[in-house]
């Protein structure tokens, strides 16, 4: 059973961040402020380790680039 970790030295992934809530989750778009857009680790999306976390991060990604590309035509 674990009791501890070795810190952010070997950390690979953290909790917490931008909560999902305020966001679109089509666009990433905050839902309060018109034209900022959260992606990836700073967002409160956590995945097991073996590659989610790097499809998160390039998945929303897309999703905002998209949504920025058509917003500005
Ligand atoms: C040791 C390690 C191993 C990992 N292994 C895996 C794995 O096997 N599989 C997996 O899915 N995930 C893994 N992860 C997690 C994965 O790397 C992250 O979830 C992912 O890289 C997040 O991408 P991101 O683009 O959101 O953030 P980041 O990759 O952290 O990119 C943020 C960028 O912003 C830059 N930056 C910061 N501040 C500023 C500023 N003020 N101005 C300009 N630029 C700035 C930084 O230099 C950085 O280049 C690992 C993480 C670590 C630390």
Same mark, same amino acid.
């Given at each position: ?10 950390? /690979?992934? $953290? ?6 809530? +305020?966001?679109?989750? @089509? $666009? ?12 990836? /680790? ?8 073996? +590659? ?8 929303? +990604?897309?999703?905002?680039? $998209?949504?920025?590309?058509? @917003?500005?035509?």
């Amino acid at each position: 059973m674990p009791i501890g970790s070795e810190g952010y030295r070997t950390a /690979e992934v $953290t909790l917490g961040g931008v909560d999902t809530s +305020g966001l679109n989750s @089509r $666009t990433m778009e905050a839902r309060t402020v018109d034209g900022l857009y959260f992606i990836g /680790e700073v967002v409160d999306v956590t995945g097991w380790l073996g +590659g989610y976390n790097f499809q998160w991060a390039w998945s929303s +990604g897309w999703a905002a680039g $998209t949504a920025i590309a058509e @917003r500005t035509g």
